[in-house]
């Protein structure tokens, strides 16, 4: 057996300007993982007790995946499943009868909570890892071809996303990250004949390079109890962008300012100069959703950040509309502090800490 690890994600800075070219966002993989196991069996089988679907049987005939019940939260896997299956085809390498399970630990199965750590992208990189570890070929076990399957998977089930999510799952730590051209890779996926080129090609636009914060620099996380979900957010700001592109270009601008800002003090060490850059990266998100009618920036966000702010700096995490928002301090009694204020206003701070490691193999013998 084979066991897997995947860390979520959390956005930084450069929200919805990195789905664009050339723009870059900064994002980091937590201590919160998606967890896989898989061994060869002589049926293919699927374990996801996190969504109650257990004992599921699927088949695979000529790369696509056939599931024993219809359920659309098998997407995002039936993707990942035949993705990988045409890429060892491609390769020459005999398709092993397998039985995966994976696990989340990303939301809270408990209560129910879910937080917004990036589950879907962490579920396509274990189940894409998964698959290739179990076929002993250490070539394919490398990160950039994991995160290019993985990335392939992802967008030909959600038709949009920038891909960084999947980068801290599969890199992890703080990374810089410019998204590759989907449209570009939509149609090298419909048009090439060979998924095995598409990998091993440079992908256009692609930046994926590893950061190291100010040491000192404290990241801490906290939950506003709203939920949101990505892809109606994204399609919000298609939208608008297509009639007030003039406001569109004016946030991207200032959303590339505040990044390559924060870049800088990362690179330079310098604590007071990432505050700065964060506090830029709010006001250009916060503006944008004011001028697009687009709630980024929740009541709940806004308490969140106002109460960070006097302590350093804060701002939304992700597309906004509830879930996670973010703040740099500098000490651990500004934290305490911290925790307590936003508990006041019914903010549950989290646990969270950044993951070094991406992308884990374990082989239990």
Known sequence: ???????????????????????????????????????????????????????????????????????????????????????????????????????????????????????????VVAAVSSILALHNKDEFLNHDTIFKLSAIAHLKTQGNGSGADIAAGVYGGWLEYSAFNSEWLLREIEN????????????????????????????????????????????????????????????LKESSVSVDNLIKAFDDNSFEDSISALSENRKALKSFGEKACIPIETKKLTDLCSIGEQYGSAKSSGAGGGDCGIAFLKDDYEKQELYREWEKADIEPLDLEISESGVSFKILT
């Open 1 to 123: 057996m084979i066991n897997i690890k995947v860390p979520g994600k959390l956005m930084i800075a450069g929200e919805y300007a990195v789905l664009e070219k050339n723009q870059k966002c900064i994002v980091a993989a937590i201590n919160r993982y998606v967890e896989g196991s898989i061994e060869p069996s002589i049926k293919n089988q699927l374990f996801l007790p996190d969504l109650k679907l257990e004992d599921i049987f699927f088949e695979i005939k000529n790369e696509n995946v056939e599931f024993s019940i219809e359920d659309l939260r098998l997407s995002f896997l039936r993707n990942s499943i035949s993705v990988v299956v045409r890429f060892l085809k491609e390769n020459s390498i005999e398709l092993i009868p397998f039985k995966l399970s994976i696990k989340s630990q990303l939301d809270d199965a408990s209560s129910g909570k879910k937080y917004g750590l990036g589950s879907s992208a962490a579920i």
């Open 192 to 251: 090439s004949d060979k998924l095995k080129d598409i990998v091993e090609s440079p992908w256009r636009n692609l930046i994926i390079r590893k950061l190291t914060p100010p040491s000192e620099l404290k990241l801490v996380v906290g939950w506003t109890k709203e939920t949101a979900s990505t892809s109606p957010m994204i399609r919000k700001v298609d939208n608008f962008k297509k009639e007030n592109p003039h406001i569109y270009k004016e946030f």
